[in-house]
């Protein structure tokens, strides 16, 4: 007969034992490599796994945000073994249906288990999966050590080329196709789920939290190859409402960018012809944003062009305030080289890029 004990570690973890068998702890990048072809399960509350998660990973709380909040009361009023024994007991009752739904989730019988910092839920988790008779493998460090490894990633130096221009030159349509060409690329807009000005949200799905973002992004940089360069489209610190991690912004500003050169008449064409399927409150509402930078007699303008379904009047008032931004954030890159484009035809442009970058030994 197989036997088992709860162990206590610290005062605030504990390890639940097999005294013939331990789930197995393994590093982060054990994790996410195992993570690839096995289940994640994040013991956390569903308010911490909507906030931020694993991607692979699936929410499998152990407690839901009101029990967690009534643990985590009674831990800092009563103290640690109080906050246990409740803990227990709205764990128990629970304890067949995990199993059931891991089954269901697993039917290998093989998964990756984490909380917040690899203590208590995980490993209660850990311990009752196993019991069951699963192979788990715990997140050493939890959820805490993951986000700290995608900050890593955002530390390290690696060679980047920037896609700059101004707005409506197509930029992020280029992605796919060099991306087809051999081209190490991440689409930043496409990751926050916005394209970064007034109108960046249009059409587009909600955005994650930044903190979200942030792993989403780590994730794509984990695949890159080091030794060789990656394409970002030129951003503000903010896209939307999430921020991009302050040391690759850096990195991003002392970059070689290649601005593409396009002319206006091309990118109010091409905007226009977007914005005129877009709901003319949602338009209204974009322009308003702005107001303050546009002036009052040009919103008015703008707001009336709108009305009259004058789409390429009001992308060139529009323009007007968006072009000088550009010129003046452009102004603070240290490595600036020009491209200038007669179309807006993605393959053909993705291809001039390449030819342009490997003239100037970027690549």
Not at 67 to 78: F, H, L, N, P
Not at 284 to 305: H, P, V, Y
Not at 354 to 363: R, V
Request: aromatic fraction near 8%; include cysteine; charged fraction near 25%.
């Amino acid at each position: 007969m197989t036997r088992y004990t709860l162990g206590w570690k610290t005062r605030s973890s504990y390890t639940c034992v097999n005294l013939n068998k331990v789930a197995k702890t393994i590093t982060i990048q054990e994790f996410l490599a195992e993570a690839k072809q096995l289940p994640v399960l994040d013991a956390r509350a569903p308010k911490e796994y909507a906030i931020g998660r694993i991607p692979q990973a699936l929410s499998f709380p152990i407690f839901s945000d009101e029990e967690r909040a009534k643990v985590g009361t009674a831990y800092k009023q009563q103290g640690h073994d109080p906050a246990v024994l409740i803990g227990l007991d709205l764990f128990g009752p629970k304890m067949s249906g995990f199993v059931q739904e891991a089954e269901k989730l697993a039917p290998t019988k093989e998964v990756l288990v984490h909380c917040w910092r690899g203590g208590m839920r995980s490993s209660a988790m850990a311990w009752l999966l196993d019991f069951a008779g699963f192979q788990v493998y715990l997140l050493q460090g939890g959820y805490k050590a993951y986000r700290q490894y995608m900050h890593e990633q955002f530390e390290r130096e690696r060679p980047l080329l920037i896609i700059s221009g101004n707005t409506g030159s197509g930029k992020t349509d280029l992605l796919p196709y060099l991306q087809q060409h051999g081209q190490q690329v991440i689409d930043l807009e496409g990751l926050a789920s916005h394209k970064g000005s007034s109108f960046g949200g249009i059409g587009m799905e909600p955005q994650p939290s930044t903190e979200h973002f942030e792993n989403l992004l780590g994730m794509a940089m984990l695949e890159l190859d080091d030794q060789k360069p990656f394409w970002l489209e030129d951003e503000s610190i903010g896209i939307g409402k999430v921020q991009l991690p302050k040391p690759l912004y850096q990195h991003m500003q002392v970059s070689p960018t290649v601005v593409l050169d396009v002319p206006k008449s091309l990118r109010i064409q091409k905007l226009a012809e977007e914005y005129c399927r877009t709901d003319r409150v949602v338009l209204e509402s974009a322009i308003l944003r702005i107001k303050k930078r546009l002036g009052g007699l040009a919103t008015k303008e703008a707001i009336e062009a709108i009305s009259a379904g004058d789409m390429e009047k009001m992308v060139d008032i529009a323009l007007t305030y968006y072009d000088k931004a550009y010129t003046y954030e452009l102004a603070k890159k240290q490595s600036v080289l020009r491209l200038p484009l007669e179309t807006l035809d993605p393959e053909e442009n993705a291809q001039r890029l390449i030819e342009f970058a490997k003239q100037q030994k970027l690549i």
